[in-house]
T-cell receptor, first 114, second 109 residues
Framework: IAGITQAPTSQILAAGRRMTLRCTQD?????MYWYRQDLGLGLRLIHY???????GKGEVPDGYSVSRANTDDFPLTLASAVPSQTSVYFC?????????????FGPGTRLTVL | GQNIDQPTEMTATEGAIVQINCTYQ??????LFWYQQHAGEAPTFLSY????GLEEKGRFSSFLSRSKGYSYLLLKELQMKDSASYLC??????????FGAGTTVTVRA
């Protein structure tokens, strides 16, 4: 039982390059989320998906895109990376719009954009 | 937007008690969560409050006052392994989580 997996674990990327961060969950959760975590700022929501086929923008969506073709996978794409996107990225999943829902986090991807 | 405040750092001695406060102002409220995050690892769920009062789970307890926009996490009988960041998160009216910046707790022998 894996829970949530993310790949890669870490990546160094040249500015201007395209990058896709992968996230897969095997808990059959409806909702999935992408956060970035920066020192002193805490976790900030980038994009989310309440169910397969739907996505929405979070607090800091600019420069990122997502897709949700099926229940298990929720990739995050940086079309043209910039140094300000250097961060630790966490994917999370949960049952969705329920007041008792708990989000479970993947191990994270540490991304450095030079 | 959301405004969630918690202290940046706290230090305590092994075996002691530490209380981490969290104040919030959000558009709508659908529960408050506490997560623990060890350095270099993912956040893990600790506790959830949606009604006023105290929820106890072993050495950890969490309190909520919705009218005051206030919560605290109480860690009792501190152990070295409790050294971590503790994140306060509020679920707003759209069921999205907003996180505070986290409180780093250091437990000293």
């Amino acid at each position: 039982i894996a829970g949530i997996t993310q790949a890669p674990t870490s990546q160094i990327l040249a500015a201007g390059r395209r990058m896709t961060l992968r996230c897969t969950q095997d808990m059959r959760h409806n909702a999935m989320y992408w956060y970035r975590q920066d020192l002193g700022l805490g976790l900030r929501l980038i994009h989310y998906s309440n169910t397969a086929g739907t996505t929405g923008k979070g607090e800091v969506p600019d420069g990122y895109s997502v897709s949700r073709a099926n229940t298990d996978d929720f990739p995050l794409t940086l079309a043209s990376a910039v140094p300000s996107q250097t961060s630790v990225y966490f994917c999370a999943s949960g049952h969705g719009e329920s007041s008792t829902d708990t989000q479970y986090f993947g191990p994270g991807t540490r991304l450095t954009v030079l | 937007g959301q405004n969630i405040d918690q202290p940046t750092e706290m230090t305590a001695t092994e075996g002691a008690i530490v209380q981490i406060n969290c104040t919030y102002q959000t558009s709508g409220f659908n529960g408050l969560f506490w997560y623990q995050q060890h350095a270099g690892e993912a956040p893990t769920f600790l506790s959830y409050n949606v009604l006023d009062g105290l929820e106890e789970k072993g050495r950890f307890s969490s309190f909520l006052s919705r009218s005051k926009g206030y919560s605290y996490l109480l860690l009792k009988e501190l152990q070295m392994k409790d050294s971590a960041s503790y994140l306060c998160a509020v679920r707003d009216g759209d069921y999205k989580l907003s996180f505070g910046a986290g409180t780093t707790v250091t437990v000293r022998a």
